[in-house]
């Protein structure tokens, strides 16, 4: 069966601190993996997308990592700030192939918290 | 938000009544989402359309119906046969593949009186 699982289900630090997020994975065949941010009452808006060759990529202050052996992915943020403050999701696409359209697998998300 | 936008921001129901959330995109994308979201769980997909005037059914259709006349809308009707309504609802759209990145609409919370 496919899933996501995210860890921790809620994470709070202090302002200025780094943290990590974790995803985990058993999706197959694997396509490509996303990192969301949701602020509280909106829509989520991509951070980074990352397929089965890339190991790395940053956007910012974010930087995501993905280990295809391990299924495993993170998410570091780095200097954290309260505008941090959101749900991060975890989305693994599954492949399109042999005329089937594809499907996305939703992680349930990591609320952070960032305290001054 | 970019170019997606969802009306109203909130939604009351009453029991026995349908009510129709709108969707707007103007990214020129040909698939368009809609999401339910409730707490502690991950988004599950209702319908989804990739073509005007075609949708298909996504894991939890039951209650629900869609139409898709225009490229830009997609409107998603919740009926009276939805029994547990109360969540926030996602649009969302792409170029034309699930698996291409969606770009989501700041979302609608239908609550029941």
């Known amino acids: 069966k496919n899933q996501v699982e995210q860890s921790p289900q809620s994470l709070i630090i202090l302002e200025g601190k780094n943290c990590t997020l974790q995803c985990n994975y058993t999706v197959s065949p694997f396509s490509n993996l996303r990192w969301y941010k949701q602020d509280t009452g909106r829509g989520p808006v991509s951070l980074t997308i990352m397929t089965f060759s890339e190991n790395t990529k940053s956007n910012g202050r974010y930087t995501a990592t993905l280990d295809a052996d391990t299924k495993q992915s993170s998410l570091h943020i780095t200097a954290s700030q309260l505008s941090d403050s959101a749900s991060y999701i975890c989305v693994v696409s599954v492949r399109n192939y042999g005329g089937s359209q594809g499907n996305l697998i939703f992680g349930k998300g990591t609320k952070l918290s960032v305290k001054p | 938000d970019g170019g997606i936008t969802q009306s109203p921001k909130y939604l009351f129901r009453k029991e026995g009544q349908n009510v129709t959330l709108s969707c707007e995109q103007n990214l020129n994308h040909d698939a368009m989402y809609w999401y339910r979201q409730d707490p502690g769980q991950g988004l599950r997909l209702i319908y989804y359309s990739q073509i005007v005037n075609d949708f298909q059914k996504g894991d939890i259709a039951e209650g629900y119906s869609v139409s898709r006349e225009k490229k830009e809308s997609f409107p998603l009707t919740v009926t009276s046969a939805q029994k547990n309504p109360t969540a926030f609802y996602l649009c969302?759209?792409?170029?034309?593949?699930?698996?291409?990145?969606?770009?989501f609409g700041p979302g609608t919370r239908l609550l029941v009186l």
């Open positions: 969302a759209s792409s170029s034309w593949s699930r698996t291409e990145t969606q770009y």
